[in-house]
């Protein structure tokens, strides 16, 4: 006779799954619990009014969890960057101002001499 120890995720008394090693089941334990947040928060905007909907979603969206933050990670990343280019282009638009002020400056300066040397 084998003895077989089995850990088993059971939600409001309805067995969701069984696995054979505790990790396992705590991993899906966890990725339930994420779902009921995320369940939870889709019924808060009231974007998706069909409860099944909402709760296959939630569901999904949990079980792609690292992708899910792995892809927020990166609009955040590119959002910064985008932010810091924009920064740049701002700055060397300055630059480019103050040096085409300081040439325009200068060529007024020259013409007003010219003028004045015209004039004497």
Do not use: C, W
């Not at 569901?59 to 932010?83: D, G, W």
């Not at 325009?104 to 300066?109: D, G, I, K, P, Q």
Request: proline letters at 2%; zero cysteines.
């Amino acid at each position: 006779m084998a003895v077989i120890i089995k850990y088993i995720v059971e939600r409001a008394g309805v067995e969701k799954m069984t696995f054979s090693s505790k990790p396992e089941a705590d991993a899906y334990d966890r990725m339930l619990d994420i779902a009921d947040e995320l369940f939870l928060m889709l019924g808060q905007s009231e974007l998706i009014p069909d409860e099944q909907q909402r709760e296959d979603l939630a569901l999904y969206l949990a079980q792609q969890k690292e992708l899910v933050i792995q892809t927020l990670n990166q609009k955040t990343k590119h959002n910064k960057t985008q932010v810091t280019d924009k920064e740049q282009v701002k700055d060397k638009a300055k630059e480019q101002s103050a040096a085409q002020n300081s040439k325009a400056a200068v060529v007024l300066e020259e013409v007003t001499e010219v003028a004045a040397d015209m004039a004497a």
